[in-house]
T-cell receptor, first 111, second 114 residues
Framework: QKEVEQDPGPLSVPEGAIVSLNCTYSNSAFQYFMWYRQYSRKGPELLMYTYSSGNKEDGRFTAQVDKSSKYISLFIRDSQPSDSATYLCAMRPGNDYKLSFGAGTTVTVRA | GAVVSQHPSRVICKSGTSVKIECRSLDFQATTMFWYRQFPKQSLMLMATSNEGSKATYEQGVEKDKFLINHASLTLSTLTVTSAHPEDSSFYIC??????????FGPGTRLTVL
């Protein structure tokens, strides 16, 4: 079993829809949770960074962390074709800076 | 967010030659940088952790003599692929850890070994 599970998709939604992405994990030591967006042939770009459980909102993006269920989510509201990319969840313990990544979910937003 | 640059963005070399890739944090000091490799349609695979002023820590299965890492300053780490072979062709990405512990990634370097 992988340490971080993420459905690779692909996920296709119409423009304007809400995109819902999630990851589950097994290591209870994880305390920091991130979502990165990666366009084809580019490096990952940090979207959201959260510590411990709770919600965080930034523009059209909302990240949720539920440590009791070992489950994190990213929601993209009013999705645009420019949101078409691969979304990677990543996480790490409090005492180690190495990240554990999900497999990445490929999202296509249809115009 | 913070900016991390990589150079070159693409490189094509002949088998047996060495290739150096630079990773720079442009607006913050990074005591720790990371080097990743990514195969098509796969997630990032950590190769090594580079700490300023000390030897890099390599992940299991990564040949330290083949992938030489130098982190000579707080804003620069280099990865040298020595005696490159076609199987080393890949997308190499670096990241730099800012003082808050967040990793910011470079744009990546596509290496093709003929």
């Amino acid at each position: 079993q992988k340490e971080v599970e993420q459905d690779p998709g692909p996920l296709s939604v119409p423009e304007g829809a809400i995109v819902s992405l999630n990851c589950t994990y097994s290591n209870s030591a994880f305390q920091y949770f991130m979502w990165y967006r990666q366009y084809s042939r580019k490096g990952p770009e940090l979207l959201m960074y959260t510590y411990s459980s709770g919600n965080k909102e930034d523009g059209r993006f909302t990240a949720q962390v539920d440590k009791s269920s070992k489950y994190i989510s990213l929601f993209i509201r009013d999705s645009q074709p420019s949101d078409s990319a691969t979304y990677l969840c990543a996480m790490r313990p409090g005492n180690d800076y190495k990240l554990s990544f999900g497999a990445g979910t490929t999202v296509t937003v249809r115009a | 967010g913070a900016v991390v640059s990589q150079h070159p963005s693409r490189v094509i070399c002949k088998s047996g030659t060495s290739v150096k890739i630079e990773c720079r944090s442009l607006d913050f000091q990074a005591t720790t940088m990371f080097w990743y490799r990514q195969f098509p349609k796969q997630s990032l695979m950590l190769m090594a952790t580079s700490n300023e002023g000390s030897k890099a820590t390599y992940e299991q299965g990564v040949e330290k003599d083949k992938f030489l890492i130098n982190h000579a300053s707080l804003t620069l780490s280099t990865l040298t692929v020595t005696s490159a072979h076609p199987e080393d062709s890949s997308f190499y990405i670096c990241s730099a850890r800012d003082p808050g512990g967040v990793q910011f990634f470079g744009p990546g370097t596509r290496l093709t070994v003929l």
